[in-house]
């Protein structure tokens, strides 16, 4: 799904946030991302998202070069992409359903095909009783559910998190888990970023950890990071 | 203003490719959604956009208005002042069909030779046709007009010269002059008056008016796109949380802009229509004193209101302002606003 071929990234103050990256993320798996913060974590998630551009090395997406997208195609890129926030990034100034059903508006799809795939979405992260809320009377919990309906709701072959379960308790963060483990299951490519070392160690799954912008370890969860 | 303009603001630098690669045709295979679909769906977001646009201009009410108010005064400014030349280059056209040149001919001219002339001149290129004034009529008349009849009795001799009244078929500053120098050269012309220094000199008001009304415009049609900016750059602020989650979410840059275009526009037209009705209004609180020195002016015309089409092109013309305006502040200030985690 997603491969990054010795990418590395050099912001203009000179500091180099990624070297030489390279790794594969396979359809249909779920993998960790660690490391420090300013170990690079970020900055491979916004290479995904072109939010940033490599200084060197490739990436790819579906067999796909990033570096020969133009800006008028990253539109297209993202929403190939379900990206979900720490900080939720949910509008407040509008339901539920409305911000779940942002993506399918931007695609374009139908009226009546956009109830349909909402109400899936909101029934599959437990919410589909609250599309008439607004986020804002939502616990913390459920903003986080709302952030993953909405990143799944066109069904991207990537689902990215950023510390999806880094204000919630460890009930929580369970069921969101759950959540990222039934899209696995059903041949998304899944990469969690975070820092919570005891999520990590609860489940083995692959395990990436990065450390001033290198790839020091990758492989199972086994045996890793000092800290 | 038109260096705001240039494709520079439309790709934030942020975005743009290091060094030149190798471009691939990405697009179709990545939508799953039929053309057809998209296009309602296009055309749905259009929609919506003029709707949103139209529900925030009415929950923000008091701050529309007054932004409102400020373009409809720039604009009225130049609309009222453009009406009222108009009406005076109305008036003034009444007046140039009395421009005439007098030509005196010398004392001795008789009278056939008067005709003879005065046929002559009537082909003239310029020249619409001719009057004589013999002696004794220009005696009688005098005599008749000015009240000093008894003094020319008194005279032995008839003391004025006789006369060609001139009718020019143009009231062109410079073919009169031309058609004045070309009568002076003539024999048995002893002088050549050209009446109508006075229109000449309206006429220099008018097209200076003219000018000044152009560079008001232009400088107050400049204020109505820098009004819209700033609203509009306010409004981008305020909604930087949402416009950061489409772009996340695969918005295109048109997507984005779409709502803050309809914004801008929708000003620019409320700001037109606004204008419209404070230049009707002021020209109706003018209507009786104008229309009473027009009438000392010996002039039938009473004062003549916007023309039905500045009225519709007013408010066009406005809301092409705001869009203008809305376009510029989304080009200058939505390349700013990046995802960021």
């Excluded at chain 1, 029934?123 to 008439?132: F, T």
Aim: aromatic share 6%.
């Amino acid at each position: 799904m997603i491969q990054f071929d010795r990418v590395s990234k050099r912001y203009p103050n000179g500091k180099d946030a990624l070297s030489k990256v390279s790794f594969t993320l396979p359809a249909g798996q779920l993998t960790f991302l660690t490391g420090h913060s300013g170990a690079g974590k970020s900055t491979l998630l916004k290479l995904i998202m072109m939010i940033e551009r490599p200084t060197q090395g490739q990436l790819f997406m579906d067999g796909q070069n990033l570096n020969g997208f133009g800006n008028r195609h990253i539109p297209l890129l993202r929403r190939k992409i379900g990206m979900v926030h720490q900080n939720h990034q949910l509008l407040f100034d509008r339901s539920v359903f409305d911000n779940v059903a942002l993506p399918l508006i931007i695609a374009g799809y139908a009226r009546a095909d956009i109830g349909k795939r909402v109400r899936a979405a909101l029934d599959k992260v437990g919410l589909l009783d609250k599309e008439r809320l607004n986020p804002i009377m939502l616990s913390g919990g459920e903003q986080q559910r709302v952030g993953i309906a909405r990143a799944v709701v066109n069904k991207p072959p990537l689902l990215l998190a950023d510390e999806p379960t880094g204000n919630l308790d460890p009930a929580l963060s369970e069921e969101i888990m759950d959540l990222f483990h039934d899209f696995a299951r059903v041949g998304v490519a899944v990469l969690i970023a975070t820092h919570d070392l005891s999520l990590i160690a609860r489940y083995n799954h692959r395990l990436l950890t990065l450390r001033e912008g290198r790839l020091i370890h990758d492989g199972d969860e086994g045996g890793t990071h000092g800290g | 203003m038109a260096a705001n303009k240039g494709p520079r603001n439309a790709t934030p630098i942020k975005q743009r490719p290091k060094t030149e690669r190798p471009r691939r045709v990405v697009g179709a295979q990545t939508a799953h959604t039929s053309l057809k679909d998209r296009f309602i769906s296009w055309r749905q977001h259009h929609r919506d956009s003029f709707r949103d646009a139209l529900q925030r201009l009415n929950a923000a009410r008091a701050s529309s208005a007054m932004t409102i108010l400020v373009i409809a005064i720039a604009l009225a400014l130049p609309a009222g002042l453009a009406v009222l030349l108009d009406n005076a280059r109305a008036i003034t056209r009444g007046w140039d069909g009395n421009a005439h040149l007098s030509v005196f001919l010398d004392m001795e001219t008789s009278e056939p030779r008067q005709r003879e002339l005065a046929a002559q001149w009537q082909q003239f290129e310029h020249i619409e046709r001719t009057e004589i004034i013999t002696r004794q009529q220009a005696l009688a008349e005098f005599k008749a007009l000015s009240g000093f009849g008894d003094v020319l009795e008194a005279l032995p001799d008839n003391p004025l010269p006789p006369l060609i009244v001139v009718f020019p078929d143009s009231t062109d500053p410079v073919t009169l002059r031309a058609l004045e120098n070309r009568l002076a050269e003539q024999d048995g012309v002893d002088l050549v008056q050209l009446d109508v220094e006075w229109v000449r000199r309206l006429h220099s008001l008018i097209e200076l008016g003219e000018r000044l009304i152009s560079a008001l415009t232009l400088a107050l049609a400049a204020a109505v796109i820098l009004v819209v900016v700033n609203t509009i750059r306010l409004g981008i602020e305020s909604r930087r949380e949402e416009i950061v989650v489409v772009k996340i979410v695969g918005g295109t840059d048109g997507f984005v802009r779409r709502p803050f275009l309809y914004t801008g526009f929708c000003f620019g037209f409320a700001g037109g229509i606004t204008a419209v009705i404070l230049v009707q209004v002021a020209l109706w609180w003018l209507g009786g004193p104008i229309d009473e020195l027009l009438t000392l002016y010996n002039s039938d015309d009473s004062l003549t209101s916007m023309a039905l089409s500045s009225l519709i092109a007013l408010p066009v013309f406005s809301g092409i302002l705001g869009l203008l305006g809305a376009w510029l502040a989304v080009g200058r200030h939505l390349g700013d606003i990046e995802p960021n985690f």
